[in-house]
Every structure is written in C-alpha cells, then in structure tokens.
C-alpha cells in the first residue's frame, strides 16, 4: 500500500464538539474530512462548504482530495492531474488547515486510473487509526451515491457532510440511504441522519450557485472568471492558458 505523504502533515490535536457516529476515534485523534472531487478547477463554492464544514465540525484538517479520474465522470475530458492538483494546491494556500491529498494521484503521475471513494476512505482509516473521519459531499453527488463502489460499505466507513447545492433537494438525501442501514432512533436534529453505524450531516447553511462547469464555460467564452475561483488559482489559470 501506498503512503500519502499530504496525509502525514498534522493540524492541532483536540476534542471536537461534533457527535460522532462511527465511533472509531479514542478522542484523542484529530477530526479531519476528506474532500474529494474533480476540481476541473476548484473554486468558490468548494472553499465556502469546506470552511463551513471546517466551522462546524471543528476539523483540524480537510484534505482536498483531486480525483485522477472518477469513474462517474469517465466519459469527460478532464484537466491533467497535475493542473487540478496545482490549483488545489495555492486554493489550500490560503486557508490553514486546508491541505491538498495526493490520495488519488495516479502512480506515474500522468495515465489516469480509477480510484474509488470507498478504497481511498479505507485506506485513510488505515493510516490514521485515530482520527474521526468525515467525507464531504455536495448533494447532487450524494443523491448519485448508490451507483458508487460498495455504497453501503462507504455508508458504515465515515461520517458524511453533504452540503447543499442549489437545485438539489435535501429531504431527497434520505431516500438514498436503504432503510437497513438507518438508525434504530431516528435523531430528533433535523441537520442529522443517525445512521446504524455513521452519522449524515447536513450542511444547510450553505448556498453557491458556482460550478466548475460554469468557470470552464466563461473562460471558453472569453469571460472574465473574478471572484468565481480563488485569486492565486485565476492567476494560474490564466497563466497556463488553461481551459481555452
Ligand atoms: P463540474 O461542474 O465539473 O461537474 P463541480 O463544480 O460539481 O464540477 P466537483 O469537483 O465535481 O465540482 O465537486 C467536488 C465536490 O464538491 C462534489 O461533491 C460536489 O457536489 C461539491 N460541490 C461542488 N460545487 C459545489 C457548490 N457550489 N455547492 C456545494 N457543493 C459543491
């Protein structure tokens, strides 16, 4: 197996006052999330649910994890490894506790190659025993969730912050989950599926219309992408020439 060396930067060390599901923290590991994406680039909205999430679980890491080629998006073209994880890169930059993950980098650093969530979660608990671990995801990927790799295995690993997206309902997240993995006792919080063995947060405080989609679109067009991605990241882009 692998070792991530973006894994082994460690934040502080502390207690978190989040409720924790799966239960596989002493208390004295960190509370980290892992975020994982295309990132085809990565942009405002990606660090708004990020320092949300950072906020609201007092996470003393999220690594940013760039896919190499997710198996749903297989059919797209996608920005060389190397960009997207560049770009993810100066967006950590700027915020402490942010840190880019070679989790899924392909081996050469170029052929692109599959990786899967539940794989790469596993792997992360393997590594680090001690840290509570939370995935991030918005809610239109989560609502797509059962056509990923051992959903319900994924479903027991970690806990989940699924933040909302515009245009995705919220109350539709439940419906995703088979009802044999719910909790006995349903949690009286709204913001929370009590799962049998994983808790589902719901980030509901966040809204961003922004897309990497959208910023790819404007620069084709010869638009202007201010404020849409992080400033070091347009600086990049448009030093590269990227998305032309
Ligand atoms: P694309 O437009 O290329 O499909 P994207 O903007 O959805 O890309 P991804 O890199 O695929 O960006 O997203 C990584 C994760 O971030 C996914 O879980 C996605 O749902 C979530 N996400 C992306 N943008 C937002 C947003 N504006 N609000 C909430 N979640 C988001």
Redesign the pocket.
């Known amino acids: 197996m692998t070792s991530h060396p973006a894994h082994k930067t460690h934040g502080a060390h502390g207690t978190h006052a989040a409720s924790h599901g799966t239960g596989h923290s002493a208390g004295h590991g960190r509370a980290v999330a892992l ?6 680039p990565v ?1 405002a ?2 660090i708004i ?1 990020a320092q949300a999430a950072q906020r609201r679980f007092h996470l003393d890491a999220v690594y940013f994890v760039p896919s190499s080629r997710p198996p749903h998006k297989s059919g797209s073209e996608l920005t060389p490894f190397v960009h997207r994880y560049a770009m993810v890169a100066l967006a950590c930059a700027e915020h402490r506790g942010f840190l880019p993950s070679l989790a899924e980098a392909p081996a050469d650093g170029a052929t692109p190659h599959f990786f899967y969530t539940v794989d790469t979660i596993r792997r992360f608990r393997r590594d680090h025993p001690d840290d509570h671990v939370y995935f991030i ?5 989560f609502l797509e969730i059962p056509t990923w790799k051992n959903y319900e295995t994924l479903l027991d690993l970690c806990d989940f912050i699924i ?3 515009p245009g995705f309902r919220i109350d539709a997240l439940r419906l995703v989950v088979p009802p044999e993995k719910l909790g006995r006792s349903a949690s009286h919080d709204p913001q929370k599926i009590q799962l049998r063995k994983s808790v589902i947060h719901l980030l509901t405080t ?1 809204s ?6 959208e910023v790819r679109d404007r620069l084709e067009q010869k638009k202007n992408i201010h404020g849409l991605v992080p400033a070091r990241v347009e600086e990049y882009i448009l030093g590269q020439a990227l998305y032309r």
């Open positions: 975020f994982g994406g295309t990132f085809d942009h909205g990606h649910v995801v918005g809610a239109d990927q933040a909302s997206r966040v961003s219309h922004v897309s990497s989609t």
